[in-house]
């Protein structure tokens, strides 16, 4: 494994409804889930990334962002940022008010804040994940096998060569462009 320690990340990862627990309650797999959660961008900090891009959608990306603002608070030391990446002007339009609140709530601490187009637009999501994968040397997912934009957004990363943090199911895995098992994880899905 190499000693270069990447400096940027980004989160792609489930919403809501598609975690096997609820995202909205403090129970035992919510709490593990966070957990790692935390354990892993803390750590990402302490190996020296420090630009983290979050897609502000309502759950992976949104408790990825307050993660990323805990470890702020907490690593005076680092000039840890966060990019928000919005895919359109009015994301969090239809969001519940859990949600919602948690959306403006990290847009008031982000660093910059990115829009990839005044309207929603086909392909808006996707232009969104490629631009932060662009801007990443490595993703952090939560990812368990579930088709949709998750699991096309590490497949992006992987022909980018990005390196994957995922802490799905599995527990806490790293995979390297070089190594096949993604693919094999990844395309066995499809």
Excluded at 53 to 59: F, L, N, P
Aim: with cysteine; glycine share 8%.
């Amino acid at each position: 494994m190499e000693n270069n320690l990447s400096k940027s990340c980004c989160f792609t990862g489930y919403r809501p409804e598609k975690f096997d627990f609820n995202l909205c309650d403090d129970t035992k797999e919510y709490l593990e889930f966070e957990n790692k959660l935390y354990g892993a961008v803390f750590s990402l900090g302490d190996q020296g990334v420090t630009r983290f891009y979050c897609g502000m959608a309502m759950g992976f990306d949104i408790l990825g962002a307050e993660a990323v603002l805990t470890l702020r608070e907490a690593k005076t030391d680092a000039a840890i940022e966060l990019i928000c990446v919005k895919p359109f002007e009015e994301q969090a339009k239809s969001f519940p008010d859990f949600w919602k609140k948690k959306y403006n709530n990290i847009l008031k601490e982000a660093d910059e804040i990115v829009v990839m187009g005044k309207d929603y637009y086909k392909g808006c999501f996707h232009k969104r994940n490629c631009y932060m994968i662009d801007n990443s040397d490595m993703v952090l997912t939560y990812y368990d096998g579930k088709s949709g934009g998750t699991k096309s957004t590490l497949i992006y990363a992987n022909k980018k060569g990005k390196k994957i943090v995922n802490i799905g199911e599995y527990g806490v895995q790293t995979y390297f462009a070089e190594d096949e098992e993604i693919y094999e994880i990844i395309e066995d899905e499809i």
